[in-house]
C-alpha cells in the first residue's frame, strides 16, 4: 500500500513538472511570435501577417514611430492600445510611452516655444494621470 501511495505522489510531482514545462513552452512560442512580427513591421510599413496584429508588435511599431518623429501614427497606434483594453500592462506602457512622447515633443527638436510646447506638456501630464489613475 505504501508503495502505490510514493508511485502515485511521483506521479503527480510529474505531471506538475509537464505543466510547468508547456507553460514554458508556451511562453517561449508567444515571445518569438512578438519577435517575429516587430521584425515584419520594421522591414515593411504595413505588415500584413497575422503577426502583426499583436499587441506588443503594435505597441512596438509605436515605439518605433515615435523615435523616428512619426508622432501622429505613433499617437494613433497609442491610442488604438489605450481604447483595446485600458486595464491591460499594455495600455499601461502605451500611456506612459505615449507621455513621454509629448514630453520629448514639448522640449525638443529646437524648442518649438512656450506657445507650441505648453499644449503638449499638458497632453502629457493628462496621460501621466491617467496612468496614476489606472
Not at 505504501?2 to 505522489?9: K, L, M, V, Y
Not at 513552452?25 to 504595413?46: I, N, P, W, Y
Not at 514639448?106 to 494621470?129: D, F, I, M
Request: proline fraction near 3%; glycine fraction near 6%.
Amino acid at each position: 500500500m505504501r508503495r502505490s501511495w510514493t508511485h502515485i505522489a511521483f506521479g503527480l510531482v510529474a505531471l506538475a513538472c509537464a505543466a510547468v514545462v508547456a507553460d514554458g513552452g508556451l511562453r517561449m512560442k508567444h515571445a518569438e511570435d512578438v519577435r517575429q512580427a516587430v521584425a515584419q513591421a520594421d522591414a515593411m510599413t504595413s505588415a500584413s501577417s497575422h503577426l502583426a496584429d499583436l499587441p506588443e508588435a503594435r505597441l512596438a511599431r509605436a515605439m518605433a514611430l515615435s523615435k523616428a518623429g512619426a508622432y501622429a501614427d505613433a499617437q494613433r497606434l497609442y491610442e488604438a492600445l489605450i481604447q483595446d483594453d485600458a486595464s491591460s500592462d499594455l495600455a499601461h506602457a502605451a500611456l506612459f510611452d505615449l507621455g513621454n512622447m509629448y514630453l520629448r515633443q514639448a522640449t525638443g527638436e529646437g524648442n518649438p516655444g512656450p506657445v507650441k510646447s505648453l499644449p503638449l506638456l499638458e497632453q502629457a501630464k493628462q496621460r501621466y494621470r491617467q496612468l496614476l489613475r489606472a
